[in-house]
């Protein structure tokens, strides 16, 4: 009999992260010649993120799309990757990941989770109801934050903000109400989910990223007969690649949408930027270096970082 | 033998009010909590893990309070059996139900007990020959030695420990079942079958074929006809489906976590604690005064006024029937009194006993809210028109009865409304209240409800003094078995849901809808069609739960507004409470005003012809929906 392999992401039907999950069925379905099938739960049916990956726990599931940030309580090192104001492009990101990446895998596959392939949901930029061009703009206004990690909130009260703790259903009423101001969130979220339409400031500070992965359990990776699993993999890498491209078209449509809608766009300047960076590297590192991920992966992160800038600015001279 | 009885009994009292006492700091706990956390904000401080505290907090009540649910044989159930068998025939009834009900627990524990481990971190690889070898068998596969996750609960307590709540509240929900198995006698017997048909079942269940499998689906619908509590009937299906389909049972609390720990649901038992505490003082009778003084001068004044406050009342208790229960025995005298039938009394008594369900806070409304993602207050104002609609048409029905029969007319007395008014001022203030907090923007919905309840605490026990302390703590049990029976239906439904969502059943049911109905009006008449038999079938809780997922997808497909949507599926489902052979209102005042089913049923046919000519109105006139939702900024 064919082996269904069944796979949850938050991502809608019709957006192009499912479509390159369906597309990744279909090439499956090709190179196993129908033995393997994907079935996919779209938009978020099958829960959220920890409810994904408690599934997959249990065995119900056994492959997700989930963002790093998610997996964070499985494998906390990756939390490094995506610590606010260090990476600063999709290439950038996309440079670590290939130096870090095979680290992470490596702890993922110590607790029977295999990654197929890395990509990008997008960048957290700041929504605010009041134009926000400097830290100062931001710590005068009520800083929406998902649930309730107190490390993370810590981070922001120390850093002077005015975090309120909300679940992310919160968020559209609490807007509505005035209980909060402001909230981080990808360009693509806050035009879909209509957040940006009470909150309509938003600064091109690229907080921080939220990359994507495909997961598997690897016991059921293993029920695939060996020879497909190399070609399947390829194929998940490749469509996981192609999404790249595509998440900064659809972050630049959803901002142009916002932007017919009455959103603002306010460009940081660079030494917004840096004020920013040498806020959360002074006040912020030092508490996550303790608690949260461990140094030395950290500073392979950084330099990782450092050889792509160096390499860049020497391809560029 | 005596003693050692006397002895155990005592014994049983003492753990009782141990449990009592337990769990009226965990409810009360929660209103407190939240009100903390916003007096905290308002000093521009965060308490780390509120929510977090909160939501684990409302897994707790669910579970504690279904296990005095189990202990007082609260738990809703259809039963339609029991009222017609022999006495022999019945006491085998019982026996065969608690046994089952008992197996159903202690397998919903065990799943439980796989989602823990799949949870936790791993243990030693010594503990391998330590422990006995079916149990390594049973459970390796969910990650005995493997680690789980690092959540935490404010940042300390692991989710697997606070899970914990489930396996252990099954089991004594089994225990207690078979403690209602009939004779000393029954109860061995019952205990001895349920163990030697409980270890081989999953094994022999798993993977089913449909032969067994249907079978078995019948086997427990006759079992709830004949009294088995909602909640297993649910939780039995949703293991059977399970089981067949070969996947793993540990689904089903995986999705009754989620569930029961999504973020409005500490909201459920506080606004219930907020009902329950209005009805166990003395606030109806001011209550029934003040509506008497305002309204008694129109045609049908009395029963108007007993429609205003029936519908009052329910949006705190929502669904839940304490509306008839507390205020049935003491609006029908009155009614009767000012010269209506008692056809009629009745009929509106027990139709008025759900009437409100679309107005805020109700609690269905909520949880609508959580099911179909629409925002909480959204779906309040969505509900708005249509639920006062909903009233107005019962009260017009009243003053029409109230010409024709000739019901005497009270003259209208400016200084005995005022008095009326004064002495209940500070009950009637609370729905200024939580309209205010709810609408307001200075908390959330659950600090709102936290508001509200310590407001009435404070009102009725230190203003009224009609709640001696000694009350308050039967009153907090009373709602935590309450609301323990409500969320444990909730909580279990929620697994049948999941199977349906893994078969993917609402993506079928949607892609069918769309090929072969063509228009959205034959699309929600059908849906009408629907709802109704589905609430003469289905109690609203697990509806909610099983069916919204279902009519989601369609409703999109169709262009209905998941808002409207949830407007037409409550007041559909409201319907349902008045239709036998599941109409929870039908019973419950079958029960309270002590008269027959039939005579019941007779009584309430009128208002259910109005009520559900309203739903039709509701359905084919979106715009009395969107409106006010359109409106708002
Ligand atoms: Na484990
Ligand atoms: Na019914």
Not at chain 2, 347 to 375: E, F, N, Q, R
């Amino acid at each position: 009999a064919a082996q269904t392999i069944k796979l949850a992401s938050i991502a809608p039907e019709g957006s192009p992260w499912n479509d390159a999950l369906v597309d990744l069925g279909h090439r499956w379905k090709e190179i196993t010649g129908g033995k393997v099938k994907l079935r996919i739960y779209p938009g978020g049916v099958a829960g959220d993120e920890p409810a994904m990956l408690r599934k997959m726990r249990i065995g119900q599931l056994h492959a997700g799309a989930v963002t790093t940030l998610g997996l964070i309580s499985v494998v906390p090192d990756i939390e490094a990757i995506t610590f606010p104001m260090q990476i600063r492009t999709d290439e950038e990101l996309q440079a670590v990941i290939k130096s870090v990446g095979p680290d992470i895998e490596e702890q993922l596959s110590e607790k029977g989770y295999k990654i197929l392939g890395w990509s990008m949901a997008g960048w957290m930029h700041f929504f605010s109801r009041n134009k926000m061009e400097t830290a100062e703009d931001l710590r005068k206004q009520k800083l929406f934050f998902w649930g309730s990690d107190t490390v993370y909130v810590g981070l922001l009260q120390t850093l002077g903000f005015q975090p309120v703790a909300l679940p992310v259903t919160d968020l559209l009423p609490s807007l509505q109400t005035g209980l909060v101001d402001a909230f981080a969130a990808p360009p693509v979220a806050a035009l879909s989910f209509q957040w940006f339409g009470l909150a309509k400031n938003m600064s091109t500070l690229r907080w921080q990223p939220t990359p994507t992965v495909i997961l598997i359990r690897e016991k059921e990776w293993h029920k695939v007969p060996e020879k497909f699993r190399a070609d399947m993999e390829a194929a998940a890498r490749e469509v996981s690649d192609g999404l790249w491209a595509k998440s900064r078209e659809l972050e630049q449509q959803s901002i142009d949408a916002m932007v017919e809608h009455g959103l603002q766009v306010h460009p940081a300047a660079d030494s917004v930027r840096d004020e920013f960076q040498t806020m959360v590297q002074e006040q912020g590192l030092p508490v996550f270096l303790k608690k949260r991920f461990s140094p030395p992966f950290f500073e392979k992160v950084q330099a990782a970082l450092a050889e792509y800038r160096s390499e860049s600015a020497h391809s560029d001279r | 033998m005596v003693n050692a009885e006397k002895g155990g009994r005592s014994w049983f009292r003492i753990l009782h009010r141990t449990e009592d006492v337990v769990v009226s700091f965990l409810l009360v706990a929660m209103p407190l909590l939240a009100a903390a956390e916003l007096v905290a904000r308002l000093f521009g401080v965060v308490l780390p893990g509120a929510i977090e505290y909160l939501q684990h907090l409302t897994l707790w009540i669910a579970f504690c309070g279904a296990g005095l649910a189990s202990r007082a044989d609260q738990h809703l159930r259809i039963s339609i059996l029991e009222r017609f068998n022999a006495p022999r025939v019945q006491r085998f009834a019982m026996a065969a139900v608690s046994m089952i009900t008992a197996m159903i627990c202690l397998f919903l524990a065990g799943a439980s007990i796989q989602l823990i481990v799949s949870e936790a971190p791993s243990l030693p690889e010594t503990a391998r020959s330590l422990l006995p070898g079916f149990l390594i068998a049973w459970l390796e596969p969910y990650g005995l030695f493997e680690a789980g996750s690092l959540t935490l609960v404010g940042g300390w307590l692991p989710v697997w420990a606070a899970e914990l709540a489930m396996p252990l509240l099954f089991v004594l929900m089994a225990l207690r079942s078979i403690l209602r198995a009939g004779s000393v006698r029954a109860r061995w017997i019952v205990s001895a079958v349920t163990i030697l048909m409980t270890i081989p079942a999953p094994f022999l269940l798993s993977g089913v074929s449909n032969f067994i499998l249907w079978p078995a689906v019948v086997g427990l619908i006759i079992a709830a006809l004949a009294g088995l509590p909602i909640f297993a009937l649910l939780g039995g299906l949703a293991l059977l489906f399970f089981w067949a389909a070969g996947e793993t049972v540990a689904a089903i609390p995986a999705e009754t976590y989620r569930i029961v720990t999504s973020s409005v649901f500490p909201t459920i038992p506080i606004f219930t604690l907020a009902g329950f505490i209005l009805s166990e003082s003395n606030a109806s009778e001011r209550l029934v005064r003040v509506f008497r003084a305002c309204f008694g001068w129109i045609p049908g004044g009395s029963a108007v006024a007993a429609t205003i406050l029936c519908a009052f009342f329910t949006t705190f208790t929502g669904a839940s029937g304490v509306t008839i229960l507390a205020l049935g025995g003491l609006l029908l005298p009155v009614l009767i009194k000012d010269g209506f039938s008692d056809r009629f009394s009745i009929g509106l008594l027990t139709s008025t006993g759900s009437l409100g369900l679309l107005l805020p806070p109700s609690l269905v409304v909520i949880l609508y809210s959580v099911m179909a993602h629409v925002p909480v207050t959204d779906m309040f104002l969505a509900g708005m028109v249509p639920g006062i609609l909903l009233v107005v048409a019962i009260g017009l029905y009243c003053m029409v009865t109230g010409v024709r029969v000739g019901v005497e007319r009270t003259k209208f007395e400016p200084r005995e409304m005022v008095g009326a008014l004064w002495a209940a001022k500070w009950e009637v203030a609370i729905p200024v209240l939580a309209l205010t907090v709810i609408f307001g923007g200075f908390c959330t919905l659950v600090q709102a409800a936290a508001v509200v309840v310590l407001y009435a605490l404070f009102v009725e026990v230190v203003i009224y003094r009609d709640l001696p302390p000694k009350k308050v703590l039967n009153v907090f049990t009373q709602c935590a078995t309450l609301v323990g029976g409500v969320l444990i239906i909730l909580a279990v439904a929620i697994g049948l849901t999941g199977y349906l969502v893994d078969a993917q059943i609402p993506d079928l049911a949607a892609e069918w809808a769309r090929a072969h109905i063509d228009s959205k009006w034959v699309f929600l008449l059908l849906l009408n069609v629907a709802l109704i038999i589905v609430g003469c079938l289905m109690d609203i809780f697990s509806a909610l739960v099983v069916v919204v997922p279902i009519l989601l997808p369609m409703a999109e497909a169709f262009g209905v507004h998941p808002a409207h949507l949830g407007v037409i599926f409550l007041a559909n489902l409201q319907l349902g409470y008045l239709t036998p052979p599941v109409g929870m209102n039908l019973f419950l005042a079958s029960f309270r005003f002590k008269r027959p089913l039939p005579e019941v049923y007779r009584a309430t046919v009128p208002f259910l012809l109005i009520l559900a000519a309203m739903v039709l109105l509701i359905t084919f006139v979106p715009a009395l929906t969107m409106w006010l939702l359109e409106k708002a900024p």
